[in-house]
C-alpha cells in the first residue's frame, strides 16, 4: 500500500489546457522559475521521448503556491528515475510549498517503482542528499549593444570574437522544419563526436513547436557549421542544444555563433544569457568563463 498525496498536493491534468495556461501563469509570475518549470517543457519531453511528464501542484486556499514538474525516466543504462526536469539542466520545487512537494514526489515514485528522485535545481528538501559541487551555472547580464558586448568579454575571447566576425559567415534565424532538420545534422555530429548519445530529433521539433524557442544557425558557403536552438523565457535567453561541425572549429564559428545570439536576444527584448550548467573542471565550463561568466554552483 502505497502513502497518500500530502494534503493540498495533487498530479495536474496536462491534458486540459486551461489547467496548464494555471500553472503557466504562476510559473511565470514566481520568483526562481525556468522554462524547465514550464508545462509545455513536460509535453515537449512527453512528445517527442515518450517519457511520461508527471507535474505536481500545490494549493492553499484555492491558489496555486508551488509546482514540482517531474519526469518518469527509463534508460537501459541507468534504469528507472523521478527526474526533475526530464531532459532539463534545472527543476526542482517552485514556491514555498517545498516540503508537501517533495514528499509528493517520494510518494509518486513508490507508487511508480522509481527507486530513486533527482531534483535538478530549487531549494533543498530537508533530510535530502544535496549536491553543490559537481554542476556549475553560468549566467549574466547582456550590454547594451555589440560594442558593449564585446567589452564585456575577456580580452582573450574577445580577440576570437573579432577573428570569427572577420570570416565570411551567414547567420540565419527561425524555427521551421528545414532549419530545426539542419540544426538536427550539425548537433548530432557534435554530439557523436564528443561520444555522447543522441537525443531524438522528434524532441527537438517539440520543443521547439511548444516552448517560445528558435534557432541560430552558422553557415559557411551554404552550408551549416554551427548552430543553437535557443529558448526565452522571463526576459532571459537559454541557448540549450548547441554544437558545431569539424569545420566549426578553424572559422571560430562557435564563437560567432554565440554573439550573434546575444544580439539576437537583445532585438527580442532580453536581458539576461542563461550559458546553462557544465560539470566543474571541464572544457565546457572553461569555454563559458573565457566569455566573462561567473561560476556559480548550481
Request: a neutral charge; aromatic letters at 10%.
Amino acid at each position: 500500500m502505497t502513502a497518500p498525496m500530502p494534503v493540498g498536493v495533487r498530479e495536474a491534468d496536462l491534458r486540459d489546457p486551461a489547467e496548464c495556461a494555471r500553472i503557466a501563469a504562476f510559473v511565470e509570475a514566481t520568483e526562481g522559475a525556468t522554462p524547465f518549470h514550464l508545462p509545455a517543457w513536460s509535453l515537449a519531453v512527453k512528445d517527442g521521448c515518450g517519457q511520461r511528464a508527471h507535474y505536481l501542484v500545490s494549493e492553499r486556499e484555492g491558489a496555486i503556491d508551488g509546482v514540482l514538474p517531474l519526469t518518469a525516466m527509463r534508460s537501459p543504462l541507468f534504469g528507472r528515475a523521478l527526474v526533475s526536469t526530464g531532459f532539463g539542466v534545472d527543476g526542482g520545487v517552485l514556491g514555498d510549498a517545498v516540503e508537501p512537494l517533495s514528499a509528493g514526489a517520494w510518494n509518486l515514485a513508490l507508487r511508480i517503482g522509481c527507486p530513486s528522485v533527482e531534483l535538478r535545481g530549487g531549494p533543498a528538501p530537508g533530510g535530502w542528499d544535496s549536491d553543490d559541487t559537481s554542476y556549475l551555472g553560468f549566467v549574466r547580464d547582456l550590454a547594451a549593444d555589440d560594442d558593449a558586448e564585446l567589452l564585456a568579454i575577456p580580452r582573450k575571447q574577445r580577440a576570437e570574437v573579432r577573428r570569427a566576425l572577420g570570416f565570411d559567415l551567414e547567420i540565419v534565424i527561425g524555427n521551421d522544419r528545414k532549419l530545426l532538420a539542419e540544426h538536427y545534422q550539425v548537433y548530432a555530429e557534435s554530439v557523436r563526436n564528443l561520444g555522447t548519445p543522441v537525443f531524438p530529433a522528434k524532441l527537438f521539433r517539440s520543443v521547439a513547436s511548444m516552448m517560445d524557442a528558435d534557432v541560430l544557425t552558422v553557415r559557411h558557403e551554404g552550408r551549416a557549421v554551427a548552430s543553437v536552438l535557443s529558448l526565452y523565457f522571463n526576459g532571459t535567453v537559454y541557448p540549450y542544444w548547441g554544437g558545431g561541425t569539424g569545420a566549426a572549429r578553424g572559422l571560430r564559428a562557435n564563437d560567432r555563433m554565440y554573439f550573434a545570439l546575444m544580439a539576437h536576444a537583445r532585438a527580442r527584448g532580453c536581458t539576461r544569457f542563461d550559458f546553462g550548467r557544465s560539470k566543474t573542471g571541464t572544457g565546457a565550463a572553461a569555454f563559458k568563463k573565457n566569455w566573462g561568466f561567473t561560476p556559480e554552483p548550481r
